[in-house]
């Protein structure tokens, strides 16, 4: 079975301050990771994935994350937000290859503050 | 199609009634997946099909909802004698299949039972 923690339902932050946004899974066997945004009224939408190769992975709109094996987390970070990275965050994860079946964690609302 | 489509869009419903929800994947698809989007939950894992596989039906939260998936394409779901807990946002997503991870929401049906 896999799972995904998120540890902070809520983050505020002021605009072009950087963010981190947390996340620790479990799993038994080798897995993918994601994040994926939610914007105001709108669908989920991808903004990166790790799938294998280098640990430190680049998404949409200036996001990166981290797959850390050792410590199970998959960190999602941005240097500088703008008040447009206003939205719910949700990471997740999948796999043993093969078998897709993907859990998301319960989502991290990203408030900028102007 | 272009995307990942649902419908309706919103439906109320009155406690007792059965409700269906259609899905149309994106064309050549062969992963489909369902998931239940509620205040504070996160997104709650439903039901998962891949091609001509058994469905995963482990997320399915009592006998009162079904999911079938006619021809490889559209699915439904079926929620019957709907209860005021069923109120959520309903969320149908596909993906190419195995070895494809990505995978795309539609806007979701937003379900509301008074």
């Known amino acids: 079975a896999q799972s995904v923690t998120q540890l902070d339902s809520q983050v505020p932050v002021f605009e072009e301050a950087p963010v981190e946004l947390r996340c620790n899974y479990s799993?038994?066997?080798?897995?993918?990771l994601f994040w994926y945004v939610q914007y105001p009224n709108q669908g989920l939408q991808l903004l990166l994935k790790?799938?294998?190769?280098?640990?430190l992975v680049k998404g949409i709109n200036g996001f990166e994350a981290e797959f850390n094996k050792s410590q199970t987390s998959f960190h999602l970070r941005k240097p500088s937000v703008h008040i447009s990275d206003t939205a719910e965050y949700f990471c997740?994860?999948?796999?043993?290859?093969?078998?897709?079946?993907?859990?998301f964690g319960i989502g991290t609302k990203l408030q900028v503050i102007p | 199609g272009a995307g990942v489509s649902q419908s309706p869009s919103n439906k109320v419903t009155e406690k007792g009634k059965d409700v269906e929800l259609r899905c149309d994947p994106i064309s050549g698809h062969t992963a489909l997946y369902w998931y239940r989007q509620s205040l504070g939950q996160g997104l709650e894992f439903l039901i998962y099909f891949q091609g001509n596989s058994a469905p995963d039906k482990s997320g399915l939260p009592s006998d009162r909802f079904s999911a079938e998936r006619t021809g490889g394409s559209v699915s439904t779901l079926t929620i019957q004698r709907t209860q005021q807990e069923d109120s959520a946002v309903y969320l149908c997503a596909s993906s190419a299949g195995q070895g494809v991870h990505t995978i795309y929401f539609g806007e979701g049906s937003w379900l509301t039972v008074v």
């Open positions: 790790y799938l294998s190769g280098s640990t």
């Open positions: 997740a994860v999948s796999g043993p290859a093969g078998y897709q079946k993907v859990t």
């Open positions: 799993s038994s066997v080798s897995v993918y």
